[in-house]
């Protein structure tokens, strides 16, 4: 039962460009939305978070929105950079359980 | 502050043999995760530790595969006899009781021949 789903596989975007990652997710009691980013041959490592109660938390290029009556998020990368390069998983948690949705790759390309 | 320490990073093993990964989490983090990542999937509980006790251990194949944390710090993932479709990378990650993030390390790759 996939609790949060990713429904993009990869995304290609030019360098300078915004990139928009989506994600969905089934259980309203989750108490966190986090993005995580993975480099190949690395562990995942935290991005940005938002809480339930926001709606709304920006970091530098990244800002990551939740629309909790669709059950939605996404990440906004702006302007996008060649570094950025990586694949982007999704994550719900409920206390300190934590769910990933199966990572959409981005491309940035120069 | 070091981050989560894995071992070995790669493991190349036949079916039927046994494999330990090993992990120690961020100092002082209480709760540490076992995650199975298989390529094209997002990352996959097996078994969650708070302290020595085990908090959800309900996706982990319990025929073949056992963990512990004896100590409450650092923990060992086995797995006895392995099968093809266990080759996958084998991440360990910890929070602390403030963090609503887990942080994780590096990760084993194991592949099974």
């Known amino acids: 039962d996939q609790q949060v789903k990713q429904n993009s596989p990869s995304l290609s975007v030019q360098e300078g460009r915004i990139s928009i990652l989506n994600c969905d997710y089934t259980?309203?009691?989750?108490?966190?939305f986090l993005w995580y980013k993975k480099y190949p041959a690395e562990g995942p490592t935290f991005l940005i978070s938002?809480?339930?109660?926001?709606d709304k938390n920006e970091d530098g290029r990244f800002t990551v929105f939740l629309n909790k009556s669709a059950k939605h998020l996404s990440l906004h990368i702006v302007p996008s950079q060649p570094g950025d390069s990586a694949v982007y998983f999704c994550?719900?948690?409920?206390?300190?359980?934590?769910?990933f949705g199966t990572g959409t790759s981005l491309t940035v390309i120069p | 502050e070091a981050g989560v320490a894995q071992s070995p990073r790669y493991k190349i093993i036949e079916k039927r043999q046994s494999v330990a990964f090993w992990c120690n989490p961020i100092?002082?983090?209480?709760?540490l995760y076992w995650y199975q990542q298989i390529l094209g999937q997002g990352p996959k509980l097996l078994i969650q530790?708070?302290?020595?006790?085990?908090?959800?251990d309900s996706q982990l194949p319990k025929d073949r595969f056992s963990a512990e944390r004896l100590k409450g710090v650092d923990s060992t993932l086995k797995i006895q006899p392995a099968k093809l479709e266990d080759s996958a990378v084998y991440l360990c990650?910890?929070?602390?009781?403030?963090?609503?993030?887990?942080?994780f390390g590096q990760g084993t790759r194991l592949t099974v021949v």
């Open positions: 100092s002082g983090h209480a709760t």
């Open positions: 994550a719900a948690s409920r206390g300190n359980q934590f769910y």
């Open positions: 530790f708070q302290n020595n006790g085990v908090v959800d």
């Open positions: 990650a910890s929070s602390g009781q403030k963090n609503t993030e887990a942080f």
């Open positions: 259980n309203s009691m989750f108490d966190y």
């Open positions: 938002i809480s339930s109660i926001k």
